[in-house]
């Protein structure tokens, strides 16, 4: 089907896209990689009066370390996060999962500030920013807002960004310590959305745990952060059995449904089985990286 008919407007400037933006918000799209807005407007489960196409204004592609943080700009492609060196070297989560989103046409356009503004909970930079404790940058009329990402994610194809904001960046905090993480993600076929996909950080103060974060993908209306099993890990020292009671732990936070990927019981298992595996991988890494093994 073809889309609705619209006005297309392709500023350079961020400005000039937050001006056209708020004329019509309500009636107004932001196209990134149009990886998930065009099949939604060929549908026509969007007919959007204009889309404002950020892709000419410069500089929304930053990828550099400044100020303790990160700095994702909204149109890094899912590629770019893979292919990066820095990001190899000091963001193993992040570096974990690129690879496993979609397939190599969808990852060359696809951006992280789409991915996260569509707001599925079976997207996979939701998590990894959830156990990151990432925060999520946008501006609006009335100046910048800097939002966590727990609570920029509110529910299935929900998010607390306001029709007339644009998504700037994305902001990760930089590890310390000794660091390791993982993404762990089952799909029924390379390409597919995840069945389960679960995210892991840890950082390290020699055998201790100083900071754990946990992000799981598509077993709830939003990627869901179980604190409860990063309380647990918080502080303690290292071992298989904690490392079992937080993956127990971050299975009760998950509330998935049965679909066609399979079962809700299955989900949880494989929620509990890849928080177990995806925090003794993190710890092996952290190790590594103190050299010890
Ligand atoms: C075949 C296929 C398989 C896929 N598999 C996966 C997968 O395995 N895992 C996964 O995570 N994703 C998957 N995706 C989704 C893909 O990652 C998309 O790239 C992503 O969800 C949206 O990013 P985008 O840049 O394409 O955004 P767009 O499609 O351009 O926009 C998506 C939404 O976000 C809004 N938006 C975009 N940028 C901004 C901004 N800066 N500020 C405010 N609002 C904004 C748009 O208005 C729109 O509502 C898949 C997509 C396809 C087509």
């Known amino acids: 089907m073809f889309p609705s008919r619209f006005d297309y407007s392709a500023p350079d400037s961020l400005d000039e896209a937050l001006a056209t933006l708020g004329q019509r918000a309500d009636e107004t799209k932001v196209l990134a990689g149009g990886q998930s807005l065009i099949p939604l407007l060929k549908l026509r489960f969007a007919a959007p009066a204009t889309l404002v196409d950020i892709n000419r204004i410069p500089g929304l592609d930053v990828l550099e ?25 000091r963001y193993p989560t992040i570096a974990s999962a690129a690879p496993q ?26 998590s990894v920013m959830l156990a990151l404790n990432a925060e999520v940058v946008v501006r609006g009329p009335t100046g910048e807002r800097r939002i966590p990402i727990d609570d920029f994610l509110v529910d299935i194809f929900t998010t607390s960004l ?55 993908t598509a077993v709830g209306s939003r990627n869901i952060k179980p604190t409860n099993a990063e309380n647990a890990l918080g502080g303690n020292k290292c071992s298989d059995e904690l490392f079992a009671e937080a993956a127990r732990l971050a299975a009760e936070a998950a509330d998935p449904v049965s679909d066609v ?11 509990e089985a890849y928080v177990k595996r995806g925090l003794a991988e993190a710890r092996d890494q952290a190790r590594a990286r103190a050299g010890r093994t």
């Open 65 to 89: 370390e400044s100020n303790g943080h990160l700095r994702i700009g909204t149109l890094a492609r899912h590629n770019q996060l893979a292919a990066d060196s820095l990001v190899g070297r």
């Open 162 to 216: 306001n029709e007339d904001e644009i998504v700037t960046e994305v902001l990760v905090p930089q590890p310390e310590g000794s660091f390791g993480g993982a993404y762990l993600k089952l799909e029924r076929k390379v390409g597919d959305f995840a069945t389960v996909g679960v995210a892991v950080h840890l950082e390290l103060d020699g055998d201790t745990i100083a900071r754990a974060g946990l992000g799981l």
């Open 101 to 126: 989103i979609a397939d190599p046409l969808v990852r060359n356009l696809g951006t992280i500030g789409g991915s996260l503004a569509h707001g599925d909970p079976a997207g996979d930079w939701g």
């Open 261 to 271: 990927r399979g079962p809700a019981t299955y989900k949880r298992a494989v929620v």
